[in-house]
Each structure stands twice: as C-alpha cells, then as structure tokens.
T-cell receptor, first 115, second 115 residues
Framework: AQSVTQLGSHVSVSEGALVLLRCNYSSSVPPYLFWYVQYPNQGLQLLLKYTSAATLVKGINGFEAEFKKSETSFHLTKPSAHMSDAAEYFCAVSGATGGGNKLTFGTGTQLKVEL | DTAVSQTPKYLVTQMGNDKSIKCEQNLGHDTMYWYKQDSKKFLKIMFSYNNKELIINETVPNRFSPKSPDKAHLNLHINSLELGDSAVYFC??????????????FGPGTRLTVL
C-alpha cells in the first residue's frame, strides 16, 4: 500500500524566511506525488505534482518540490514566506496502477507565518 | 465560474436523521470522488465514480450511499446519522479514472455536524 508521512504537524516561520515542509513516501511502484494547500474553511487547491517528468517541480505561489528517490522524499519549499502562505498543507500519493485515482493523504502540516 | 460546487456548505442535524449532500462539476470531467476530513483534518477517500459507475468504495458503512445521475453530478446520501459522521465532506473531480497522475479538483466542502 502507498502512504506518505508528513513530519511536523505545525511549522512556524518568520515572514521572508525559507519555508520547508517535509514529506516522505512509501510506494512499491513509481509514485505520483502531490502537494495541496487548504486555506481556512476552504477546499483543497493543487500546489504542484510530480509525475516523473522532472524531479524538480515548480508550482503556484512560488512553491517548488524536489523528488528524491534515494531519500523517498518530496519536500515542499518556498524561498521567502509571505503572510498569505499561512494554511494547512497536505502531501498526497496516487497509485500509478489500476484501481482508480485514489489520493492517499498525509496528516497535514499547519504553516504559521509570523511578522 | 465555480468548477466544483457543493450544497449545502453547512449542515446541522440530529442523530438518526437522513441527509444528502450534492456535488456538481462543470469541468467536463469523467470521474468524481467523495472524501471525508475528520476533526483532526485527516482526509480519506470514500467513493469514486467514473462516468456514473462506482469504481472505488473504501469500506464505508452502508449508511452512506453515493448516487451519480450523470457524470457531472455525484450526490452523497447518509442514512441514520451518527455523531461520528460529523466531519467535512469534500467532493472532487478529475479528467480520468486511472493512471494516477491526473489532478483532482476539490469543492469547497460541506461541514456536517450531527447533534
């Protein structure tokens, strides 16, 4: 079974500082990996996804993530945090085999941005 | 235009009641999903339909019955509501049903509170 683990349920950074949200995956087949963001009382919005085309994936709002097979990681970064980045971030994995596009989510990381 | 919409946004009801949540997507996608987000913000898939056919059913109690009248709509009916059903329910859609790489687009969620 595929799974993702997000290290750190809460991350706090200063405005302008580097954002690093960690995600490690477990999969017996090449995974498809996603980062979604959830703002308060809203649905989930795709930030970026890895589909094996390139290991460094750039997303919206200045976020990017690097797929590292050797470390089974897909950490999310942003060079400079903005107050508007405060939200819940979810890493997810989707199967590359049959059975439907089932997204399996991590437990989420709450990002707080302080002045 | 709202891509994936859900009604109602909030639903408060008593234990034992029956309720429905409606979902509509105007993206022309073939596949729709229901996810449940619990009080700890953990997201888990419940069902998936591809062109009105059920393709994923994740060990959900049979009190939950999805219905897809056409590929643009996926409704969720819940019988005999229990306290543990209190959660946020998200509808999502994607272009295809398998392969794993396709982006899922989420609705704004329906917050169900069972008293």
């Amino acid at each position: 079974a595929q799974s993702v683990t997000q290290l750190g349920s809460h991350v706090s950074v200063s405005e302008g500082a580097l954002v690093l949200l960690r995600c490690n995956y477990s999969s017996s087949v090449p995974p498809y990996l996603f980062w979604y963001v959830q703002y308060p009382n809203q649905g989930l919005q795709l930030l970026l996804k890895y589909t094996s085309a390139a290991t460094l994936v750039k997303g919206i709002n200045g976020f990017e993530a690097e797929f590292k097979k050797s470390e089974t990681s897909f950490h999310l970064t942003k060079p400079s945090a903005h107050m508007s980045d405060a939200a819940e971030y979810f890493c997810a994995v989707s199967g590359a085999t049959g059975g439907g596009n089932k997204l399996t989510f991590g437990t989420g990381t709450q990002l707080k941005v302080e002045l | 235009d709202t891509a994936v919409s859900q009604t109602p946004k909030y639903l408060v009801t008593q234990m034992g009641n029956d309720k429905s949540i409606k979902c509509e997507q105007n993206l022309g996608h073939d596949t729709m999903y229901w996810y449940k987000q619990d009080s700890k913000k953990f997201l888990k898939i419940m069902f998936s339909y591809n062109n009105k056919e059920l393709i994923i059913n994740e060990t959900v109690p049979n009190r939950f019955s999805p219905k897809s009248p056409d590929k643009a709509h996926l409704n969720l009916h819940i019988n005999s509501l229990e306290l543990g059903d209190s959660a946020v329910y998200f509808c999502a859609s994607s272009q295809v049903a398998s392969g794993g790489a396709d982006t899922q687009y989420f609705g704004p969620g329906t917050r169900l509170t069972v008293l």
